[in-house]
């Protein structure tokens, strides 16, 4: 069965930091990944997405998340972050064409 | 264009009611999914219409979960007889096809059992 695991459940940063989210998957087959973020009182929202070619994807807001085929992660990234990048993020992966799977969530706090 | 939409937004109801929630999906889009989030979890998946068949039901919790969708367009998720622990967000997703296209979310409706 698949499985998506993110690693922190709350993150604390300064805006201007530089922030990583980590998750990692236990699938047998190809994997679809993505990240999907909710601002507070706002729904799910695609951030980025993998289906294939490059490993490094880009997506929206200045976020980019990379594939490691190896290690089974897809780390999500921004250089510098700002008081609206205040969300939760939730790593996923589809299965069977249309299952998504999600993680748990990371709730990302900015301080200005 | 119009997104994913749920109704009612929010949902208080007795244990032992039945309730009734409704996604309609985007315009055009043949792939519809329900999803529940518990407080402080992860995304669950309920069920996945292709059309208005539904080829998986695996993720319904018990027999008290029920969905129907009307060819291409509306869905309900049907909760007879409502326990505690099926307080809950229930989201909606939406998808041009099955394979390779991105799920659009609406906004959820909240269920809480008292």
């Known amino acids: 069965a698949q499985s998506v695991s993110q690693h922190n459940h709350h993150v604390i940063l300064s805006e201007a930091a530089s922030l990583e989210l980590g998750c990692n998957y236990s699938y047998g087959g190809t994997v679809n990944l993505f990240w999907y973020v909710q601002y507070p009182g706002q729904h799910l929202q695609l951030l980025l997405k993998?289906?294939?070619?490059?490993?490094l994807v880009k997506g929206i807001k200045g976020f980019e998340a990379e594939f490691i085929k190896s290690k089974f992660s897809f780390n999500l990234r921004k250089p510098s972050v700002q008081w609206s990048d205040t969300a939760e993020y939730f790593c996923?992966?589809?299965?069977?064409?249309?299952?998504?799977?999600f993680g748990a969530g990371t709730t990302v706090t900015v301080r200005a | 264009g119009a997104g994913v939409s749920q109704s009612p937004s929010n949902k208080v109801t007795e244990k032992g009611k039945d309730v009734e929630l409704r996604c309609d999906p985007i315009s055009g889009h043949t792939a519809l999914y329900w999803y529940r989030q518990r407080l402080g979890q992860g995304l669950e998946f309920l069920i996945y219409?292709?059309?208005?068949?539904?080829?998986?039901k695996s993720g319904l919790p018990s027999d008290r979960f029920s969905a129907e969708r009307t060819g291409e367009s509306v869905s309900t998720l049907t909760i007879q007889r409502t326990q505690q622990e099926d307080s809950a967000v229930y989201l909606c997703?939406?998808?041009?096809?099955?394979?390779?296209?991105?799920?659009?979310f609406g906004p959820g409706t909240r269920l809480t059992v008292t």
């Open positions: 996923a992966l589809i299965s069977n064409d249309y299952k998504l799977s």
């Open positions: 997703a939406s998808s041009l096809g099955r394979q390779g296209y991105e799920q659009y």
């Open positions: 219409f292709q059309g208005n068949s539904a080829p998986d």
């Open positions: 993998y289906f294939s070619g490059d490993p």
